[in-house]
T-cell receptor, first 114, second 111 residues
Framework: DTGVSQNPRHKITKRGQNVTFRCDPI?????LYWYRQTLGQGPEFLTY????????KSRLLSDRFSAERPKGSFSTLEIQRTEQGDSAMYLC????????????FGSGTRLTVV | EDKVVQSPLSLVVHEGDTVTLNCSYE??????LLWYKQEKKAPTFLFML??SGIEKKSGRLSSILDKKELFSILNITATQTGDSAVYLC???????????WGAGTKLIIKP
């Protein structure tokens, strides 16, 4: 297992287009998290899953954002009708239930909306 | 509302210096504090601290938590240029296990 994998690494899209990112967590981790990070800020929580169940979604997440983890393994994060304010690094992390062993982050997907 | 404040926001030192980074917090249902190092990509895990007063060490890095005074420090001794990064502290709470992050300290080590 090579850790948490995110694809693509970079995405440039025109405003109004839809984009989808993928995250493959560490295989034995049952929790998966999505965060968004802008320059000079710490990561901002978006949503998390335990297995296939989406247990929490940030109030900051507009209805243009949707995330899935259909089989409790990989997850996708879709942004519809992208806006320039969506430009950020989107980070995925995974952990064992309880998070007591820390979280492992993927390398992120950098989204630029032009 | 949970709050995490890191200081200083940025720090420039010379190679070989020792630095101390601070993380103070007001977090309900505290469970654990984590320190991460972030260079150009995703944060990489450094330490997890749960108990007060127990120092964690890894090479030139060490960290300690004070649950009474609600802060943690991260020390880096004999700094090297490769230590240049943003250092983030984050919290796990008992309520939902999402991470609550500070804004980070940007550390620059000059040769």
């Amino acid at each position: 297992d090579t850790g948490v994998s995110q694809n693509p690494r970079h995405k440039i899209t025109k405003r109004g287009q839809n984009v989808t990112f993928r995250c493959d967590p560490i295989s034995e981790h049952n929790r998966l998290y999505w965060y968004r990070q802008t320059l000079g800020q710490g990561p901002e929580f978006l949503t998390y899953f335990q297995n296939e169940a989406q247990l929490e979604k940030s109030r900051l997440l507009s209805d243009r954002f949707s995330a899935e983890r259909p089989k409790g393994s990989f997850s996708t994060l879709e942004i519809q009708r992208t806006e320039q304010g969506d430009s950020a690094m989107y980070l995925c992390a995974s952990s064992l239930a309880g998070g007591d062993y820390g979280y492992t982050f993927g390398s992120g997907t950098r989204l630029t909306v032009v | 509302e949970d709050k995490v404040v890191q200081s200083p926001l940025s720090l420039v030192v010379h190679e070989g210096d020792t630095v101390t980074l601070n993380c103070s917090y007001e977090v309900t249902n505290f469970r654990s504090l984590l320190w991460y190092k972030q260079e150009k990509k995703a944060p990489t895990f450094l330490f997890m601290l749960t108990s007060s007063g127990i120092e964690k060490k890894s090479g030139r890095l060490s960290s300690i938590l004070d649950k009474k005074e609600l802060f943690s420090i991260l020390n880096i001794t004999a700094t090297q240029t490769g230590d240049s990064a943003v250092y983030l502290c984050a919290f796990i709470t008992d309520s939902n296990y999402q991470l609550i992050w500070g804004a980070g300290t940007k550390l620059i080590i000059k040769p």
